[in-house]
């Protein structure tokens, strides 16, 4: 897309937000909540709940990800930030657990985890031009590495599984293999 810009989600976006992720919350009323909240919060929260959520994050600032436009309109996310900011990505026994070089604490290690585009747009390979604002994001913004744990393969390119991003979109962009705990779901990172 021509006139795709990538913008980080601060609160005067926060309308855009919740437009592109519709009444529902995306990803059966997630409103990106899988990695911020414990799993018993989380299920303890209806849609309402996990939005609202959501929104006094963005409020308290900085910015937890990235907005794609298209014109006046947001077709994309992708959730970026210190590993810190999404807890849940770091427990014991994911695919995303940390490395000792690359503790979740130490605010210059930044993780990728979540990618949400509106249905009509998805396989279009806009996730790599928002890998690429987030790269740049990530760069601007203090951040030694950035590391992602994507799925390698996906029964069509417009799976809801695949809103940790695929595999082959980031070692394109430069992201190595740095660990593999599960099959099919490396951890990838990106040496800034």
């Not at 427990?91 to 979540?114: E, K």
């Not at 996730?127 to 790269?135: C, F, K, Q, T, Y």
Request: net charge positive; with cysteine.
């Amino acid at each position: 897309m021509e006139t795709l810009q990538i913008h980080p989600l601060t609160p005067d976006r926060a309308a855009d937000f919740t437009d592109l992720f519709g009444p529902q919350g995306a990803c059966y009323s997630c409103w990106c909540s899988y990695f911020r909240l414990p799993p018993k919060v989380r299920q303890a929260l209806d849609g309402d709940g996990k939005r609202d959520h959501m929104l006094a994050r963005i409020a308290a600032g900085p910015p937890p990800g990235l907005l794609a436009y298209d014109g006046a309109q947001a077709i994309g996310w992708m959730q970026i930030g210190p590993r810190a900011d999404v807890p849940q990505w770091n427990n014991p026994n994911r695919s995303s657990t940390p490395l000792p070089d690359a503790p979740a604490d130490d605010p210059g290690v930044w993780a990728i985890s979540c990618f949400f585009f509106r249905p009509k747009l998805r396989g279009r390979g806009l996730s790599g031009a928002m890998l690429a604002g987030g790269i740049a994001h990530a760069r601007a913004h203090g951040a030694r590495l950035i590391e992602a744990s994507p799925m390698d393969r996906a029964k069509q390119s417009k799976s809801i599984g695949l809103f940790v991003g695929s595999t082959s979109t980031f070692l394109r962009a430069g992201f190595a293999e740095v660990a593999c705990r599960k099959e099919g779901r490396p951890l990838l990172r990106l040496v800034l």
